[in-house]
């Protein structure tokens, strides 16, 4: 939080973490969306790195295949945090939603260099406290522009001018608000140890 601040800061533009479900339909492709299990693809090495070919380590960002909006490492590589409080939610009843307003650790999605394939995939929910630092856990920027056009248009250009900075990514995915996304579900059977996960 204090580096999306310092980043606020530089930009002037209200940057936040995406909630789980903004994340979500991202990773699955968003409008473009093909059912991939993982985010642009059924096989998971194609997109992500894990623990069965990422060596322990992470990778530079666009080795790996790219999912339907052009985002690539949405799972595997680093898992990523989110804004929303850990809890249930009601999958594909309630549109646009929200975690809940307090808990005690935050979602982290999309899976890491050290994740079997079946924490890689785009269903998988985990958690972490926002207090623990590791190096397996990331972020992926989101900010609301107005609904016009144009306005967009023009926060766009300022946002590519005032970010210099250096390995950083920008890559812009426009969702409109009026348009209802759900978190939809794939289940995922997957035998570890001789357990159905």
């Given at each position: 939080m204090r580096f999306i601040h310092r980043l606020d800061s530089i930009t002037a533009i209200p940057f936040r973490l995406p909630t789980e479900?903004?994340?979500?339909?991202?990773?699955?492709?968003?409008?473009?969306?093909?059912?991939?299990?993982?985010?642009?693809?059924?096989?998971?090495?194609?997109?992500?790195?894990?623990?069965?070919n990422a060596g322990f380590r992470t990778h530079s960002v666009g080795m790996k295949q790219a999912n339907e909006l052009g985002l690539y490492d949405m799972t595997g590589n680093v898992s990523e945090w989110c804004h929303d409080w850990f809890g249930p939610y009601y999958i594909g009843t309630e549109p646009n939603p929200h975690g809940p307003e307090l808990g005690e650790?935050?979602?982290?999605?999309?899976?890491?260099?050290?994740?079997c394939e079946a924490n890689r995939y785009i269903s998988k929910r985990e958690f972490l406290s926002p207090y623990e630092a590791t190096n397996y856990c990331g972020m992926r920027l989101a900010f609301t522009l107005p609904n016009e056009p144009t306005l967009q248009i023009a926060q766009e250009r300022e946002l590519v001018k005032n970010l210099k900075l250096k390995n950083l990514r920008v890559k812009l995915i426009y969702m409109d608000a009026a348009t209802p996304y759900y978190i939809s579900y794939n289940p995922v059977t997957c035998r570890i140890w001789n357990k159905v996960m």
């Open positions: 479900a903004e994340w979500e339909f991202a990773a699955r492709g968003g409008n473009l969306s093909q059912n991939f299990r993982f985010a642009g693809s059924n096989i998971s090495e194609d997109v992500s790195w894990g623990l069965s650790y935050k979602v982290i999605r999309g899976g890491s260099f050290d994740n």
